[in-house]
């Protein structure tokens, strides 16, 4: 599952500087990302089955099949690893802004990733028992711990980490084949989120309540060591300045093109055809531990096409366009959780379960384009969205400018 986390826009020198102007990119990558938390979350609000080991019998079409198939290919496990790159890849950011400010480094981020941690808790609980920004506050700890690393090292410890766990995962699959590998039924699963979400505002609270704990366990395995990797790789990116000098790695970019885009597309396939075709098999765990290995490099494509189109005359536009989306990233979470919770949940609704999958994907780019307007109109007035705004102020312990005295301003703080 995609879960995902914003963060507050990274620190940016002044924006009359090429650096500030370059650092959009880095905005722009997390508004794009958002595009696609929003793409895979979406079905844990409008589909009781998703995550379950059997699919919805309402939705069997090969329309259904092909929408749900496209959705894993090309969005399932690859966008929660773009956030979780551009986490580590700010981190060094948020370093040389405690620097800049003269404050000490280790305090600073604990108390960013204990107000991190409290805002998650609070968004599991009563928003989406799956969001993963509890996840990033506590692997946020191990990254401090690893901000040392040489880039060179870091790199390497993040290699490790997703060989490591895809060959666990391989090996679970193994057992699971040899033991005769049928898929199981759904269970009692997909009936309990259907009640809950159909029924009023408490039973919808909790659900999400009650499925909280479990469900971050879930994650911890699932997503925790491919988080934790593509931290360190962000780490490393940040201490050789990828987005700041993106012309020093055009080797880099080619061979990410030439050998991950094709190999990242392949494990993608076999993942999204086993997600869609054989739910709760064998083979989809052993898709999922080739996707362990394989969905970083189509997460990378997808970083290094998105600096070659940020560099063209139109690519800019877009690169201006999803920057204050970036910017806002943390909010823009939120409310998501919130929108869809309002749509398809108690909450609001509850049309969980009454939309055909094509249907579903048709809502994604109208709640994304009003949340790219909704961003640049805020950002008019306001330095930071309102949950950047708070977080930033447990970071520093103090209460940061909260509108805009001057000309807007699309870069970091």
């Avoid at 009781?48 to 959705?71: C, E, I, K, M, Q």
């Avoid at 898929?183 to 919808?204: C, I, M, Q, V, Y």
Wanted: hydrophobic content about 55%; charged content about 10%.
């Amino acid at each position: 599952m995609n879960r995902i986390p914003g963060t507050e826009a990274p620190a940016a020198p002044s924006p009359a500087g090429p650096a500030a102007v370059r650092l959009l990119n880095v905005d722009a990558l997390r508004g794009f990302a958002l595009l696609g938390i929003l793409t895979v979350n979406i079905w844990a609000f409008a589909d009781p089955y998703y995550a379950a080991t059997a699919g919805n019998p309402a939705h069997g079409s090969p329309l259904d099949h092909a929408v749900r198939f496209l959705v894993s290919v090309f969005f399932e496990t690859k966008f929660y690893l773009l956030f979780s790159f551009l986490f580590g890849y700010s981190f060094t950011l948020q370093m040389s802004a405690a620097e800049r400010a003269g404050a000490s480094f280790r305090p600073r981020m604990l108390r960013r990733q204990a107000g991190l941690l409290g805002i998650g808790l609070l968004h599991g609980a009563l928003l989406f028992h799956g969001e993963i920004l509890t996840l990033y506050a506590v692997l946020g700890l191990v990254l401090l711990a690893c901000r040392g690393l040489a880039p060179r090292r870091a790199a390497g410890t993040a290699v490790t980490l997703l060989g490591v766990s895809g060959g666990l995962w391989l090996l679970l699959g193994i057992a699971d084949l040899a033991d005769g590998g049928a898929s199981p039924g759904a269970g009692s699963g997909p009936a309990e989120k259907l009640a809950a979400f159909s029924g009023d505002a408490a039973a919808t609270a909790g659900y999400h309540a009650g499925h909280f704990a479990e469900t971050f366990g879930a994650l911890v395995l699932i997503q925790g060591a491919s988080s934790l990797a593509m931290f360190l790789l962000g780490l490393a990116a940040g201490r050789v300045r990828l987005f700041a000098e993106p012309d020093a790695h055009r080797a880099l970019f080619r061979r990410i093109l030439r050998t991950g885009l094709p190999l990242g597309l392949a494990g993608a396939a076999f993942y999204g055809w086993s997600a869609v075709y054989r739910q709760g098999s064998a083979l989809e765990t052993l898709a999922f531990a080739v996707s362990q290995v394989t969905a970083p490099l189509l997460t990378a494509s997808y970083v290094v096409l998105g600096l070659a189109l940020f560099r063209t005359a139109r690519g800019a536009a877009v690169e201006r366009a999803l920057a204050p989306l970036g910017k806002t990233a943390l909010s823009a979470y939120l409310l998501q959780s919130l929108t869809l919770g309002v749509l398809f949940t108690g909450y609001g609704f509850g049309l969980i379960d009454r939309m055909a999958p094509l249907a579903v994907a048709a809502v994604v780019p109208g709640i994304f384009l009003a949340q790219l307007l909704l961003a640049r109109w805020w950002l008019r007035g306001h330095r930071y969205g309102p949950a950047e705004w708070l977080l930033r102020a447990v970071t520093v312990a103090g209460l940061p400018q909260w509108r805009k005295q001057n000309a807007p301003n699309l870069q970091g703080p």
